[in-house]
T-cell receptor, first 114, second 114 residues
C-alpha cells in the first residue's frame, strides 16, 4: 500500500475483553514501531521491531500487552483483559532503517474501553 | 517523570499571526529535536528537526530556535494560515536521531482563525 495501514480505525470494547490491533507497514520497511497516544498526552513508546532481531518491548506498560510481527511485515498488538486506562489511540509507524524520525505513521486505532 | 515539557497546551491566533510553541528538556543526552504536526484523525508527520549544534533552522514558514544552555527549543510559524490548524508535538531523541525511542511533549493544539 501507499502508506501505513491500521485496523480497525475505532474499537469499543468492554472492560476485561481482549483486543487485537493490526498494522500493515509500508512494503519494504524493516523497522516497525508502536506508540500510544492517551488523551492530552504525548506519544508514548511501546515496542520496536527491526528485521529479524528480538523486539524491544521495554515500553509495554504491563504484561497484558504483547505484540508480534509475522514474516517481517504485518504486526499485531494484543491487549488482554482490557482496562479503562488502556483507552487511547494506538499508533503504528514504519521506516526503512531504525531511524524513527524518518518513519511514517498510520492513522491510528482509537480504542475505547467501557 | 516528564522529560520534555511543552507549552502552551492550546493556542489561538489570527491568520498571519506568528504562533510560538515552546519546549524544555531535562536530559542532556538528547541531541536531536524533531517537531511533528498532527491533523485530526491522522498520524503525526515530521515537520522539521534540529540538532543542538545550530541555534536556528528554517524550512519555509516554520522555524526552530534552539537554546542549548537553557535546554529549550521553540517552533515559530510565520504568516500562519488556517490550514496550519493542527496539534504540534515536540520530541527529543538521542544518538543523533538514530535512536528509535522518541520522548514527546504533550502537544499544543493550534487554531488559526481566518
Amino acid at each position: 500500500g501507499a502508506g501505513v495501514s491500521q485496523s480497525p480505525s475505532n474499537k469499543v470494547t468492554e472492560k476485561g475483553k481482549d483486543v487485537e490491533l493490526r498494522c500493515d507497514p509500508i512494503s519494504g520497511h524493516t523497522a516497525l514501531y508502536w506508540y500510544r497516544q492517551s488523551l492530552g498526552q504525548g506519544l508514548e513508546f511501546l515496542i520496536y521491531f527491526q528485521g529479524n532481531s528480538a523486539p524491544d518491548k521495554s515500553g509495554l506498560p504491563s504484561d497484558r500487552f504483547s505484540a508480534e510481527r509475522t514474516g517481517g511485515s504485518v504486526s499485531t498488538l494484543t491487549i488482554q483483559r482490557t482496562q479503562q486506562e488502556d483507552s487511547a489511540v494506538y499508533l503504528c509507524a514504519s521506516s526503512l532503517g531504525q531511524i524513527m524520525v524518518e518513519a511514517f505513521f498510520g492513522q491510528g486505532t482509537r480504542l475505547t474501553v467501557v | 517523570q516528564q522529560q520534555v515539557k511543552q507549552s502552551p497546551q492550546s493556542l489561538i491566533v489570527q491568520k498571519g499571526g506568528i504562533p510560538i510553541i515552546n519546549c524544555a528538556y531535562e536530559n542532556t543526552a538528547f541531541d536531536y529535536f524533531p517537531w511533528y504536526q498532527q491533523f485530526p484523525g491522522k498520524g503525526p508527520a515530521l515537520l522539521i528537526a534540529i540538532r543542538p549544534d545550530v541555534s536556528e533552522k528554517k524550512e519555509g514558514r516554520f522555524t526552530i530556535s534552539f537554546n542549548k544552555s537553557a535546554k529549550q527549543f521553540s517552533l515559530h510559524i510565520m504568516d500562519s494560515q488556517p490550514g496550519d490548524s493542527a496539534t504540534y508535538f515536540c520530541a527529543a531523541s538521542m544518538q543523533g536521531g538514530s535512536n528509535y525511542k522518541l520522548t514527546f511533549g504533550k502537544g499544543t493544539l493550534l487554531t488559526v482563525n481566518p
